[in-house]
C-alpha cells in the first residue's frame, strides 16, 4: 500500500520467533513500513506486539527470517553495526525507562550517547551544541522548566515526556513506541500521542506504536495493522478500517482487555 | 498456640511439625553438652579466676595516661591502614562487582568462574591474610594494608553485585536501544543506579577495617595491635587499658560519623 515516491524503511521478510521449544512469538511476518508513516499495532495483550516492536530495534533476536533497516540487515548486524544501525531508531517504552536517580537533562542526553566515543561520554564531555539540542527538544514538550530535577521528582505523564524529548534529541528515521500510554491516564496518554504525533509530522520520522486502546489507536493512527497470536490478520488505513476489523481483532483471546 | 477443643484439619499438619521441632531442641541441646565435653569447656573456671578478671580490669581502669605520646603515631597508622587498604579494596570490588553481575555480564560460565574465586577469598578470615601477607611482603603496615583490601574486596563486592542485579532493568533497555555499548551503558545506566549504595558498602568495609586493623598488630601487620600484644605480654595493664579506651574511642567515633552519613546517603 506504498503511496507514490516512498522508499520502505522497515521491512520483515518471513519473520519467525518462538519462545523457548514451542511457544510462538510472531509467525511468518511479511510487513513493509515506509518512511514518514505513523503505524498503529493493536492486538490483545500477549498477540505478539511488543516482541514485533522489539525485534525491529533487535532488543529482541528473532528465531527466523531477515529483518531490514533502510536496507541494511539489523538481523546480521554485529557490534558497532548494530549499534550504529539502533542509534537511528528511538525508543519509547511503557514504563519510560528513564534513570530516576539522575537529571532530567543528563536523561535527554542519554539520547546521544552513541554519538560520542567511549571515554567522552563517560566523562561527561558532552557539546554546547548536543546540551543545547536537549533542551530544545524539552521545550518542544513543554517541561523546560523541569531542566535541572531529578527525573523522579516528575509525574508519569512527564516522565514520558522527557523520553520523548530524549528520543528527539537522538533524531532518529524511526521511532518504536511499546505500549506508550499504558501507565498514563486518558488526559495524559493524548497529550504524549500529540508528541509522537508531533515528531511524525514536524521532524518527518517514521513511527510505530503498540497501543491496545482502540480508542487513541482511531484517534491517531493512520495506518492499522492488527496482531493476534503472533500473526498479522489486519493492514490496512485507518479511514477505511471497519469497526468489524477491531471486534476481529480483539476476539478469540481468553485474556480480555 | 493452638484454641482448645476445635481439633480440625488444620492441626494435623502443624502437630507433625511440633513434633520435629521438639526433636530439633533435644538434638540442639544434646549438641551442647557433647561440645563442652569435648573441648573441655568449664563455666566452673571463669567464675573461680573471676577474682584474677577483676584485678586486671581494675588495672586498666587506671590507665597510663602518659602513654598516650606513644600510642597516637600508631593510631593514627592504624587508621591510614584502614583507609589505604578500604580504598584499595573498594577500587578493585567495584570493578570486580561489575564482571560479576549477571544483568551486565550475561555468559554465565564467565560469571559463574568469577564467583567460585570471589567466593574462596571471601573465606579467608582477616588474620590469616595478615600472617600471608607479613610472610610475603614482612612485617609492617603494608601487610595490614593487603589485608585489609582483601577483606573489603570480599565484603563490598559480594554486597555490590547483589546490588547490581536488583537495578531496573529498564535504562538498561533504553540505552541499549539508543545503540550505546557496553561501557556506556554501565556509565549512564548501572552507575547512577547503584554508586550510592557502593559508597555506603565502602563506609560499612571501613568500619570493619578500623576494627580490624587494631588487632593486625598482633601479628606483625603494622598498627596499634603491635603494642596491644607488647604491653600484655608484660602485664602492663595499665598501658593496655590506655590502648583500648583510645582503640575504642575512635571505632565508636568512626562508626558514628560513617553511619551518619550512610543515612544521608541512602534517602
Redesign the interface.
Known amino acids: 500500500m506504498a503511496d507514490s515516491a516512498v522508499k520502505p524503511i522497515i521491512e520483515l521478510k518471513n519473520v519467525n520467533k518462538i519462545y523457548g521449544k514451542d511457544i510462538v512469538g510472531l509467525k511468518d511476518i511479511n510487513l513493509t513500513i515506509n518512511k514518514g508513516e505513523f503505524v498503529v499495532i493493536v492486538g490483545l495483550s500477549g498477540a505478539g506486539k511488543s516482541t514485533l516492536l522489539r525485534s525491529i530495534?533487535r532488543?529482541i533476536d528473532i528465531s527466523a527470517g531477515d529483518i531490514l533497516i533502510a536496507g541494511e540487515s539489523i538481523t546480521k548486524a554485529k557490534g558497532?553495526e548494530?549499534?550504529?544501525?539502533?542509534?537511528?531508531?528511538?525508543?519509547i517504552?511503557q514504563?519510560?525507562?528513564?534513570?530516576?536517580?539522575?537529571s532530567v537533562l543528563?536523561n535527554v542526553l542519554?539520547?546521544r550517547?552513541?554519538y560520542y566515543p567511549?571515554w567522552k561520554?563517560?566523562l561527561n564531555l558532552f557539546t554546547k551544541e548536543d546540551k543545547q539540542r536537549a533542551y530544545d527538544a524539552l521545550q518542544q514538550v513543554d517541561l523546560a522548566d523541569k531542566v535541572y530535577s531529578r527525573a523522579d521528582e516528575l509525574s508519569g505523564g512527564q516522565q514520558q515526556r522527557v523520553?520523548i524529548a530524549?528520543v528527539l534529541t537522538?533524531n532518529p528515521d524511526i521511532i518504536?513506541a511499546d505500549e506508550p500510554t499504558a501507565s498514563l491516564d486518558p488526559q495524559t496518554s493524548r497529550r504524549v500521542m500529540q508528541d509522537l504525533k508531533m515528531l511524525n509530522e514536524k521532524h518527518g520520522m517514521t513511527v510505530i506504536i503498540n497501543l491496545h486502546s482502540v480508542q487513541l489507536a482511531k484517534e491517531f493512527g493512520k495506518r492499522v495493522i492488527g496482531v493476534r497470536a503472533g500473526e498479522i490478520i489486519y493492514d490496512g488505513k485507518m479511514s477505511e478500517t471497519p469497526e468489524s476489523t477491531f471486534n476481529q481483532i480483539y476476539s478469540g483471546g481468553e485474556k480480555d482487555e | 498456640m493452638n484454641s482448645t477443643d476445635p481439633e480440625k484439619l488444620m492441626t494435623l499438619p502443624k502437630k507433625k511439625f511440633k513434633f520435629w521441632n521438639l526433636i530439633w531442641v533435644i538434638i540442639f541441646i544434646g549438641g551442647l553438652f557433647i561440645s563442652t565435653g569435648v573441648t573441655k569447656t568449664s563455666l566452673g573456671a571463669f567464675f573461680s579466676n573471676f577474682g584474677q578478671f577483676a584485678d586486671i580490669f581494675l588495672q586498666m581502669l587506671h590507665p597510663n595516661w602518659a602513654y598516650l605520646g606513644a600510642v597516637i603515631p600508631l593510631l593514627l597508622e592504624t587508621i591510614k591502614m584502614a583507609v589505604l587498604g578500604t580504598v584499595i579494596g573498594s577500587v578493585l570490588a567495584f570493578i570486580y562487582a561489575l564482571l560479576i553481575a549477571r544483568n551486565i555480564v550475561k555468559n554465565k560460565t564467565v560469571t559463574g568462574i568469577l564467583r567460585v574465586i570471589m567466593n574462596i577469598i571471601r573465606t579467608i578470615p582477616d588474620l590469616l591474610l595478615g600472617a600471608i601477607f607479613v610472610a610475603i611482603v614482612g612485617i609492617g603496615p603494608v601487610a595490614g594494608i593487603l589485608a585489609l583490601a582483601i577483606c573489603t574486596f570480599g565484603i563490598v563486592v559480594k554486597l555490590f553485585y547483589e546490588a547490581i542485579e536488583t537495578i531496573?532493568p529498564?535504562?538498561i533497555?533504553?540505552?541499549?536501544?539508543?545503540?550505546?555499548?557496553k561501557?556506556?551503558i554501565i556509565?549512564?545506566?548501572v552507575l547512577?543506579?547503584v554508586i550510592?549504595y557502593f559508597i555506603s558498602y565502602c563506609l560499612y568495609a571501613f568500619e570493619i577495617n578500623v576494627r580490624a586493623s587494631t588487632v593486625l598488630g598482633y601479628i606483625g601487620a603494622g598498627g596499634i595491635g603491635l603494642y596491644l600484644q607488647q604491653t600484655l605480654q608484660v602485664f602492663d595493664y595499665a598501658k593496655t587499658g590506655t590502648i583500648i579506651i583510645v582503640i575504642i574511642l575512635v571505632v565508636v567515633l568512626i562508626d558514628y560519623i560513617s553511619s551518619k552519613s550512610r543515612e544521608a546517603l541512602m534517602n
Do not use: C, H, W, Y
Request: hydrophobic content about 45%; glycine content about 8%; aromatic content about 6%.
Open positions: 530495534n532488543l558497532k548494530l549499534r550504529m544501525l539502533r542509534r537511528n531508531i528511538g525508543m517504552f514504563s519510560f525507562n528513564l534513570v530516576k536517580r539522575s543528563r542519554t539520547g550517547v552513541a567511549t561520554s563517560t523520553a530524549r537522538q518504536l | 531496573d529498564g535504562p533497555e533504553a540505552l541499549t536501544a539508543v545503540g550505546a555499548n561501557l556506556q556509565v549512564f545506566a547512577p543506579q550510592t
